[in-house]
């Protein structure tokens, strides 16, 4: 493993002292707000002390208990603080003594001796990168030669192709290394043809490791400005970036039959000009099942999820060097994931979300991003939202009153009742049909259509077309 320092390469020492006496003062805090917790419990042995009258203030044993109780947790946490201090002053130390004088960190970089460093460590140690920032990896990756570059990509392709803050291009070359890797570990079926595809570049993979259950896919490509030959444009600059975030059970196997990249793929194609949307199907982590135990409903999902996936946002900042806007579409719990992120920072022109579960209770909407929720109205996903208790369930749902723009999909209600057919009788005449005006409640039905509504939203076809066209004008509008 890294060292402490290594571990968080990259950081600016000055932003680091200035969190340092941030901390500093809110640890003097705590400490004062102890002293007045415990003084509560001396007011509760003798009021009069403190202005108190006997009979304005009743303190049991048990209360006094409380009171001291509560000093000693806030004065451990003001100790936690202050212990934090004086690791963040050995990082402070440890950055400084890195940066030479012309290739500090003022300017962002890493000095040529230090990424060397790091490097060898790196091509021994699969965890040497952990823990680092995006940022701090591309800025090492930058501060190697050519050849300790592709030495890296070519021999660690298991690092390369799933470290955010390696260049997509070399994530992308190095997974062809991953695929050509597992085909020859004896891949067969559909994640043979899969693969096949990756290592003939019909197919882009910015992450690919399937023990950990990664994948992200490319549709398209990104250009940060027009690419012309001799005066003409032969590839327009990318307008528009999409994320697209699957839900419930997403796995590989989705991936390997290209059914989950379909929606992404329609985006792209839609584009207007041609080729102006890239698009990324994410599933860098295990996703959740409906496992009753441990599956979908317990919500730290979207925090393991939702953490990988701001990462990856992250690094994708790096490379949107254009500066195209970023539409994040969800469906399902990949709306909490996408909630999730925006918690811990990650920013979105726009969020789509597709019969979304929707977000935990610590989630608020961004004043600078814009919202839009696509539900069937029988949707079975609206019998599970607004629920959070103790851990399980999503408890702010896609809705107006949360922000969202809701928008009609055109599906019909589910039927609640099934008309019981007409009854045909053979007679020597020919057959006779007799009327039944009869109707009996249809709960099956109801069940059928409610599920397939769920999953119809993210479908391509001709039945779903017309959603397909509203999400585009959204993208279009934003990135045009």
């Excluded at 003097?28 to 304005?56: C, D, H, K, Y």
């Excluded at 690791?87 to 000095?111: F, K, N, W």
């Excluded at 690919?208 to 030959?229: A, L, Q, T």
């Excluded at 991003?369 to 939202?385: E, K, L, M, P, V």
Aim: overall charge negative.
């Amino acid at each position: 493993m890294c060292s402490l320092g290594s571990s968080n390469l990259g950081l600016n020492p000055a932003v680091v002292a200035h969190q340092s006496n941030t901390i500093h003062s809110h640890a003097a805090m705590l400490n004062g707000i102890a002293a007045e917790i415990g003084q509560t419990g001396q007011a509760s042995r003798a009021p009069g002390l403190f202005g108190l009258l006997p009979g304005n203030l009743i303190m049991t044993g048990g209360s006094i208990l409380l009171a001291q109780s509560a000093e000693a947790d806030v004065r451990a946490a003001a100790a936690s603080a202050t212990d934090l201090l004086g690791r963040l002053s050995a990082v402070i130390a440890e950055q400084e003594a890195a940066s030479s004088a012309g290739d500090g960190y003022s300017t962002g970089a890493m000095s040529a001796a230090k990424a060397s460093d790091l490097y060898n460590q790196v091509m021994t140690n699969p965890d040497a990168l952990d823990g680092m920032t995006p940022d701090a990896v591309k800025r090492w990756f930058e501060g190697l030669t050519p050849a300790q570059q592709d030495a890296f990509v070519n021999g660690r392709p298991e690092i390369a192709g799933n470290t955010n803050g390696i260049p997509f291009d070399r994530r992308i070359e190095a997974n062809v290394l991953n695929a050509q890797q597992e085909l020859a570990n004896g891949a067969t079926g559909d994640q043979k043809d899969y693969l096949e595809k990756v290592v003939a570049g019909e197919v882009k993979l910015i992450s690919y490791s399937p023990d950990d259950n990664r994948i992200i896919e490319m549709v398209g490509e990104y250009y940060p400005e027009n690419v012309e030959v001799d005066g003409v444009v032969v590839h327009p600059r990318t307008d528009d970036i999409i994320n697209y975030v699957p839900g419930t059970n997403a796995d590989m196997e989705g991936f390997y039959k290209e059914e989950t990249q379909d929606l992404a793929r329609a985006i792209v194609d839609g584009a207007n000009p041609p080729g102006a949307t890239v698009a990324f199907v994410y599933k860098d982590s295990p996703f959740p099942t409906f496992n009753p135990l441990t599956g979908v409903a317990k919500n730290d999902w979207s925090e393991s999820v939702g953490g990988a996936y701001h990462e990856f946002n992250n690094a994708l900042a790096l490379e949107n060097t254009g500066g195209a806007p970023v539409t994040s579409i969800e469906h399902s719990f990949g709306s909490s994931a996408g909630g999730n992120a925006e918690i811990r920072g990650s920013n979105f022109e726009n969020r789509i979300v597709l019969a979304g579960i929707g977000m935990t209770d610590d989630w608020t909407a961004n004043k600078d991003t814009t919202y839009y929720s696509f539900t069937g109205q029988s949707d079975i996903i609206r019998a599970a939202r607004d629920v959070q208790v103790d851990g399980l369930g999503y408890g702010i749902p896609p809705t107006s009153e949360n922000g969202f723009n809701e928008i009609d999909t055109g599906f019909a209600p589910a039927p609640t009742r099934w008309n019981v057919p007409d009854v045909s009788v053979g007679t020597p005449w020919g057959d006779i049909e007799i009327p039944v005006d009869v109707s009996v409640p249809d709960p099956i039905g109801n069940f059928n259509d409610r599920m397939d509504q769920h999953s119809r939203i993210t479908r391509t076809n001709e039945e779903n077309q017309v959603n397909v066209d509203k999400m585009l004008a959204i993208i279009e509008k934003s990135g045009r």
